[in-house]
């Protein structure tokens, strides 16, 4: 198999996640934070590393406003849900995923969304004029799962003018460089770019945030309280933490931090612009990914001229062995946007152990679809 | 000269101040928290009495979230 959808899950993962994995189930073992015996204090440092290299990995100052959840959906949620109430306004940009418009539906803020579709400058004034006194966030997908538009950050946080960013980073995290700012809430999962296992999330919070926990329980801190624990990291993790996916995710990180995020994103790039390029040239293709290089990761979205996206991609899988997405992606608004609503579109999504080859094969087998359709 | 103990608010906190304590070169044994010293996080530093400038310089280095210092005063954990 031939498996080209990273922006899903990444696969394979590096044979050190995989034994970190088992060594944490095998030979640790214990729940960090509830005992004081040996195993424990190893359970509580594995804990401590981990998130002290997802800190640095992620630039968050304090290190305390780590915290590991169980993947990006729920740091999105305990993210909106910690800092939202009903009454409030959220500015929305980006093409975003259903992990970020149902839970913000559930939370009931206003919403007014900030369109932008990559072309020209990112319009600073535009934006700031959606702003109002009781904008709580704005929430923003770092780049699209769907067409991989990127949006530029920094230019953002100018904008946003020190109202809160909610930062969707599923399809950038170990991707793209990313630095925790002092009113940023950066929302990441560890089983996509940073090849640790599913199970696995991370939330980064700046010293300006505070976040309301959604789920409380036991944290074997302060135990005498019927509240949340006051203090981070305990305030957001309640019950057994997933030592074995946070050891993965520990293994994962150090792996993308020893091959260097910008290599990765160059591997990946060269892979998709190299599919971009041969695809471009198959009659019938049509590509979604944005114009300017500067405004994409690399991913990318197709359709194949009179075939259904789902169709596409069975035959891919079924005829070549390749594993390629189809449908809407969870994100309805960007296929609204794109025009490619309601059959949605196949992605082409490479992952860093890819090989030109897989690409060969990939673009042979859109060509013979596409001569058959 | 007499044992000390650092309690800090979380677990996270007092492997922060380990690493902080390491620099400072503070020798230091992680311990169970003795009962009384409130409920927080389960274990605590403990050193050694004459440790305790360079303890305390330590959290202020790391800027560590300490609930509290203690000496073994008397056959009990003073607060100091
Ligand atoms: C843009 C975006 N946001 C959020 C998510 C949710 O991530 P997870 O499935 O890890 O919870 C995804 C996953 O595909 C995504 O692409």
Known sequence: MIYLDDASTSFPKPPSVHEAMLHALRDVGANPGRGGYASAREADRLLYETRSLAADFFGAADSSRVVFTPGCTYSLNMALKGLLKAGDHVVVCGRQHNAVVRPLAAVGPAVSNFDWDGRGQFDAKAFSRLLRPETKAVVVNHASNVDGLLFPLDELRDAANGVPLVIDCAQTAGVVEIRTGERDVVCAPGHKGLWGSAGVGILAFGKKIELEPVVVGGTGSFSEDAGAPPAYPDRLEPGTMNLPGIAALGAGMREVGAVGVANVFRKKMALALDACERLSKIRGVKIYWPADEARRVPLFSFTVEGLDPSEAADLLDRDHGIACRSGLHCALRAHVELGTFPVGTVRFAPGYFNVPGDVDAFAAAVGEIAKKR | ?80
């Open chain 2, 1 to 80: 000269m007499s044992d000390c103990i650092a309690v800090f608010e979380t677990t996270h906190e007092t492997l922060r101040a380990e690493e902080f304590f390491r620099a400072q070169k503070v020798p230091f044994r992680p311990v169970l928290r003795p009962r009384g010293l409130g409920a927080s996080c389960r274990m605590a530093l403990r050193f050694a009495e004459e440790e305790l400038e360079k303890a305390r310089k330590a959290v202020a280095e790391g800027n560590l979230v300490l609930k509290s210092f203690h000496r073994f005063d008397g056959g009990a954990w003073v607060k100091i």
